[in-house]
T-cell receptor, first 115, second 112 residues
Framework: DAGVTQSPTHLIKTRGQQVTLRCSPK?????VSWYQQALGQGPQFIFQ???????QRGNFPDRFSGHQFPNYSSELNVNALLLGDSALYLC??????????????FGPGTRLTVT | GEDVEQSLFLSVREGDSSVINCTYT??????LYWYKQEPGAGLQLLTY?????DMKQDQRLTVLLNKKDKHLSLRIADTQTGDSAIYFC????????????FGRGTSLIVHP
């Protein structure tokens, strides 16, 4: 049973650049959520995708955008990177309409460093 | 202020019980979560409890919920070194969403 996978595992970018992170949900799941976890903090919700549309969004600027593909995989894009965007980016998947609504499965994350 | 608050550190001896505490602000939370994060890894859902329950037990884990005081606790019996991790309490986001809002986490250190 394939769990949530994310790529790449680590990434180093320069201020002002753009980055794309990728996520494949757990087999059978149709919903993907993205979180940002700064060092020493809990994960902060960025947005959630379901049926290829952004369904919910946290308190993040428009520099953060995403996409979901027909196979349910997802991308997170961040434009005009700031030093403060350095964090662990976590993807979580779930299945709408079942008890699994409550059960989000997290990937190992992508560690982004902005210099 | 924070929607969910936890103490940052807890140190216990192997074999003892660990109790991790959490307070939350949203009284309409219909359920609350406990997640575990091991070093360098993503989060693992340990358990969740519905607001109409006072207690939930799952093997070595016991969750207690005091709705009046908005207090949630996680007890780990017979704590092992493999339990060393960061434990996050989480409540759903406002508006009836099931998306968790996390606290800063409690770092549990288990000494041999």
């Amino acid at each position: 049973d394939a769990g949530v996978t994310q790529s790449p595992t680590h990434l180093i970018k320069t201020r002002g650049q753009q980055v794309t992170l990728r996520c494949s949900p757990k087999s059978g799941h149709d919903t993907v959520s993205w979180y940002q976890q700064a060092l020493g903090q809990g994960p902060q919700f960025i947005f959630q995708y379901y049926e290829e549309e952004e369904r919910q969004r946290g308190n993040f600027p428009d520099r953060f955008s995403g996409h979901q593909f027909p196979n349910y995989s997802s991308e997170l894009n961040v434009n005009a990177l700031l030093l403060g965007d350095s964090a662990l980016y976590l993807c979580a998947s779930s299945l709408v309409g079942t008890q699994s609504n409550y059960e989000q499965y997290f990937g190992p994350g992508t560690r982004l460093t902005v210099t | 202020g924070e929607d969910v608050e936890q103490s940052l550190f807890l140190s216990v001896r192997e074999g003892d019980s660990s109790v991790i505490n959490c307070t939350y602000t949203d009284s309409s939370s219909t359920y609350l979560y406990w997640y575990k994060q091991e070093p360098g890894a993503g989060l693992q859902l340990l358990t969740y409890i519905f607001s109409n329950m006072d207690m939930k037990q799952d093997q070595r884990l016991t969750v207690l919920l005091n709705k009046k005081d908005k207090h949630l606790s996680l007890r780990i019996a017979d704590t092992q070194t493999g339990d060393s991790a960061i434990y996050f309490c989480a409540s759903p986001r406002e508006g009836g969403s099931y998306i968790p809002t996390f606290g800063r986490g409690t770092s549990l250190i288990v000494h041999p």
